[in-house]
């Protein structure tokens, strides 16, 4: 056993209107009747305030928030709005928005910092492209970025890993379970060697077209601690067999 509990988050993107709460209050009630495992859900920030109003026993988060606690930047929401309306955690670093907003290493670590000030969790996402995965690159690529947007003051209470291979996500393909090891192996080894012992307690979730029927295979991959789920994660019914695949893992 490493110690460390399971953790599933879904993560909604750029999708959910008010017609979804049932469907949160529904995951809600199935996570609040398992107890090995921790469970969120990062939603559009419209959702968030509504999601914890309906869903109160269910970690609810965000997908991004902005570096500076506030300022000219129109569009943006600061870590301190999500604490502010109750959001508990927020993913930085996803790669659609690496990709689409051209988010820097950089970028990252001070937003994972902005987050850690403003009381809320991270998880920070990690992923190589499928070039570079092709190119036998992966490892390196992914250590290269946790190095480089590895918050000040990591600490297993709030950060969170995510790895997630970008040709994996939203496209069925599953990486190799030896790959998803040697993976999260390499990812624990440069944690110890950026944060020391701290990093046995840290996190690192899989993510990347997981599913009720590969869940419990990934789960039970050494230093595989939960998963970070998308497009299975917008249905109770497709989500809560990976969280009870997670639970029991
Ligand atoms: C994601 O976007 O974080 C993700 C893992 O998506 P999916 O599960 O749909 O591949």
């Not at 109750?86 to 820097?104: C, F, K, N, P, Y």
């Not at 393909?173 to 030896?178: E, I, L, S, Y």
Request: glycine share 12%.
């Amino acid at each position: 056993m490493s110690g460390r509990r399971k953790f599933v988050t879904g993560n909604w993107k750029m999708h959910g209107l008010g017609g979804s709460l049932s469907e949160i209050a529904s995951i809600a009630a199935s996570a609040a009747a398992l107890d090995d495992v921790d469970v969120a859900l990062c939603l559009p920030a419209t959702l968030i305030a509504r999601a914890i109003n309906a869903a109160p026993s269910l970690m609810i988060g965000a997908q991004d928030c902005h570096q500076e606690r506030n300022g000219p930047h129109t569009g943006c929401i600061s870590a301190a709005m999500l604490a502010e309306i109750g959001a508990m955690l927020t993913i930085v670093g996803h790669s659609e928005r690496r990709q689409d907003q051209q988010e820097s290493d950089a970028d990252i670590k001070a937003k994972a910092e902005a987050a850690r000030d403003a009381g809320l969790s991270v998880i920070l996402c990690c992923g190589e492209s499928e070039v570079e995965h092709d190119a036998g690159q992966a490892v390196a690529r992914v250590t290269a970025q946790i190095a480089a947007s590895m918050p000040g003051g990591a600490a297993a209470d709030w950060l969170t890993i995510a790895y997630e291979p970008i040709w994996a996500i939203g496209t069925g393909k599953v990486p190799g379970m030896d790959d998803v090891a040697e993976m999260h192996g390499a990812i624990r080894t440069k944690l110890r060697e950026l944060i020391g012992k701290e990093a046995d307690a840290i996190r690192i979730l899989y993510g990347g077209s997981m599913n009720g029927g590969n869940a419990a295979q990934l789960l039970a991959i050494p230093d595989v601690d939960g998963g970070l789920v998308g497009g299975a994660s917008l249905s109770a019914e497709k989500f809560v067999p990976i969280i009870e695949a997670a639970a029991k893992a």
